[in-house]
């Protein structure tokens, strides 16, 4: 188990301990462990692992073959079995384990009474690894489905011909999910409060509030809370959020320090001025903090201009009643919560010609590399037009064979010009932009793919590795942003990834940088329809690429599939979905790919809501937030919206059929445990 994927993920302990203690059938060998996060759990493991005759390892270890008689004879007791029932009430685990592993029945379902207070919702089983079989395998003879001319036998074949046909049959059916952020209007107000349980606050960070004295709030908190402000003498925003991450992290660290196995709500506040912050991007830490600790639940609290101290203490007050909500924005006096809408599948078929984002003698800036997504953009563009120059960046230096497997065959007419540069250096990017105008005179679109990753958990992080992570998203968005300003591009397109809104254990920097290109969108695209920029602009969270730089095992391309039915994507596919994803005309669309329905149960669980005057979608610079009547649209749409702070319906005009008025909140952590789906583990 430690091994797989179980422990390193964040399947949700409480599923994890109920398929064991109900779903499994108890072997006579049994090890009982009392843990309070995953990673207490893996460690435990890992020390049982290395001496499991350890006298005072914490855990319980029983045959039940020595003990038969005694268990029978004492399963017959009344008294005992009235005294297990006791313990489970009075939480005492240590007792019932003692007992378990020797071979007594514990009735586990007592620990999962809904309403008894016993625990807090009915976990799901999952799908755990099996027991190990025999080491000969018997295939039976198999011929892959819907792929002609590809049929083949595979009693001959080895195991890796048994996950293409796996693979076969799963993207036969596999689709594509397209979601994009709204807002709801979610007041907390009504006698039904006083029923409800609050959370304790155990932290808040106050970012970017320099009115507010921590020290203050910290006064006016429960025993053992604390509150502080996290600081940054930067100038520039993309440094102050980089500031911002690092500090969130080392809170969190000195936080779970105390290994404390409460639960513990953690509210970030920041402030929106003129347009919503970026520092609202630290959600996607605390989104994978949760998931990496279960006990912990994270808000990202955004309050308007300067809010005085009475005010956002009845603010967090109120937040508490929802700690499973994660993202919360305050505008206009009202109370909105981040949703995510779904919109219909779109149909897999390449657009016409004239939709392309690449025209004839365009020219066009690609970022990412050599390989991985980068090098199938500058395919793509070569397939599709018949002259274009592609500047191509990475900061690795390419020999003279490399340089020219970038070329496609037969694309005489396109130039690519690879360029050494680091795209986090202002300076180097500047030099690099004036090439481009020598060269070319123009550029026409730019597409941000690059990324470093840095994995590990949240507790070993450091400070120079996240901000390796951070710096070529966070600060090479701004820097291409403050280059390209002027320039009449068609579009600006980065690659996010799925992680921003889902986390993902061990990625909480990779979170974060990945949701500041989010935020970055938003921002720009407004900036768009205020005539300050120019271009399509989309921040496009994407799911796992086949021929991407990752590189995922087959076991855990396996587990995604089959217990989160999602799948990689394809390259035809994936660029399918770009275009498809350009023409939503979004700041921001979230891409699933796999079995929709399937991740429909595990990611999108209730909460549904029609479209109403209570949804809105993103807001935009200098404009009050509430604004925007959502209902899918498109960029026409967009801009018949007044700035005024009632929601105003306006026609929907959907680029791919009409929107799903259906809403669904992407799954919290805290209230349903949801398993991490990918590794996003980039090559590097
Ligand atoms: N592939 C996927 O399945 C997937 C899924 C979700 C999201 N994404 C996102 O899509 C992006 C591209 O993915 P990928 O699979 O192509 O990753 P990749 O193969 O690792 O490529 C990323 C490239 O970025 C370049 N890079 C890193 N820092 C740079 C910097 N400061 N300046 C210039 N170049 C820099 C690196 O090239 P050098 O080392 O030569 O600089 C690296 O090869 C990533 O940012 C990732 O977040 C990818």
């Known amino acids: 188990m430690q091994e797989g994927s179980c422990v390193q993920e964040p399947l949700g302990l409480y599923n994890l301990a109920y398929t064991l ?9 049994r090890l009982a462990l009392q843990v309070g996060s995953p990673v207490e759990l893996e460690e435990k493991l890992g020390r049982y692992l290395h001496n499991p005759q350890e006298e005072t390892g914490d855990w319980y270890r029983g045959q039940v073959k020595r003990y038969k008689d005694l268990v029978v004879s004492l399963s017959a007791d009344e008294e005992l079995q009235e005294a297990i029932v006791k313990w489970l009430q009075r939480g005492k685990y240590e007792r019932l384990l003692e007992w378990w592993v020797k071979g007594l029945e514990i009735p586990w379902q007592y620990l999962y009474t809904v309403g008894a207070g016993l625990a807090p919702a009915l976990p799901q089983r999952l799908s ?38 796996c693979q076969t049959n799963a993207s036969a059916t596999a689709r594509t999910m397209f979601l994009t952020p709204i807002w709801q ?33 910290q006064a006016q ?17 993309e440094l102050r959020f980089q500031d911002a991450v690092v500090q969130l992290i080392q809170e969190l660290q000195h936080l779970l320090q105390a290994k404390s196995v409460e639960p513990m709500l953690v509210q970030v506040v920041v402030a929106d001025r003129e347009e919503p912050s970026r520092l609202s991007a630290l959600a996607g830490v605390l989104k994978t903090a949760q998931q990496e600790y279960p006990q912990l639940a994270g808000q990202l609290i955004e309050v308007e201009g300067e809010a005085d101290e009475e005010t956002l203490l009845a603010k967090l007050r109120e937040n508490q009643y929802r700690s499973q909500q994660l993202h919360i924005r305050y505008r206009d006096g009202q109370r909105w919560v981040k949703l995510w809408q779904e919109h219909p599948a779109p149909i897999q078929t390449r657009p016409k010609e004239s939709s392309f984002p690449w025209k004839e003698g365009g020219c066009y800036l690609i970022i990412g590399g050599a390989g991985g997504l980068a090098r199938l953009f500058v395919q793509e563009i070569a397939q599709q037009v018949q002259e274009a120059t592609i500047f191509l960046i990475g900061r690795s230096e390419l020999d003279a064979s490399q340089r020219a497997a970038l070329m496609p065959t037969g694309s005489g007419g396109i130039s690519i010009d690879y360029q050494q540069v680091d795209v986090s250096d202002g300076s180097a990017v500047h030099a690099l932009m004036q090439r481009v105008q020598q060269k070319s005179g123009h550029l026409d679109g730019i597409i941000h793919a690059a990324g470093v990753l840095r994995d590990s958990l949240l507790r070993n992080k450091t400070a120079e590795e996240v901000l390796a992570v951070l710096s070529p998203k966070v600060i090479a968005v701004e820097v291409l942003d403050e280059q390209s300003r002027e320039m009449a591009l068609d579009f600006f397109v980065l690659c996010s990834s799925f992680v921003a809104v889902g986390g993902n254990v061990g990625q909480a920097d990779y979170a974060g940088a990945n949701a500041y290109l989010d935020a970055f969108a ?26 991407g730089g990752m590189h995922i095992e087959s076991a855990k391309r396996e587990m995604m599939r089959e217990r ?48 109403s005057a209570n949804l809105v979608g993103e807001g ?50 805290g209230a349903s445990p949801t398993p991490t789906f990918s590794t996003d583990k980039l090559c590097e």
């Not at 960029?635 to 259906?662: L, M, Q, Y």
Request: charged share 20%.
């Open 620 to 669: 935009r610079q200098g404009q009050s937030l509430g604004p925007l009547q959502y209902g899918g649209t498109s960029e026409a749409d967009e801009r018949i919206v007044g700035a005024g702070s009632e929601p105003r319906t306006i026609p929907t005009a959907p680029a791919f059929g009409p929107i799903d008025t259906s809403l669904s909140q992407l799954a919290p952590m």
């Open 128 to 165: 755990l690894p099996t027991y190990p079989f025999g080491k000969e395998r018997y295939w039976v003879d198999l011929i892959a489905v819907g792929q002609p001319g590809k049929s083949q036998s595979l009693s001959s074949r080895n195991t890796t011909s048994q996950e293409e046909v």
């Open 522 to 547: 938003h921002t720009r695209r407004a900036q768009v329809l205020a005539g300050k920029r120019q271009g399509e602009t989309v921040s496009i969270n994407w799911p796992l690429w086949e021929e």
């Open 564 to 611: 989160l039915g999602l799948d990689e994507m394809g390259t035809e596919i994936g660029m399918m979905t770009l275009y498809q994803a350009l023409a939503l005309r979004q700041a921001q669309v979230v891409v699933l790919y796999g079995q929709v329905e399937r991740i429909r149960q595990q990611w999108l669980q209730g909460h549904v809501s029609p479209v």
């Open 185 to 217: 209007k979610d007041a907390i107000v009504g006698p039904h409060i006083a029923q409800e349980t609050a959370l304790p606050v155990t932290l808040i960070l106050l970012c970017d509030l320099p009115d507010i004295a921590a020290s203050s709030i």
């Open 21 to 29: 203690q109900m779903g499994r059938e108890a072997m006579e060998e």
């Open 221 to 237: 908190m429960a025993t053992g809370g604390h509150c502080r402000s996290l600081s940054s003498a930067q100038s520039r925003r």
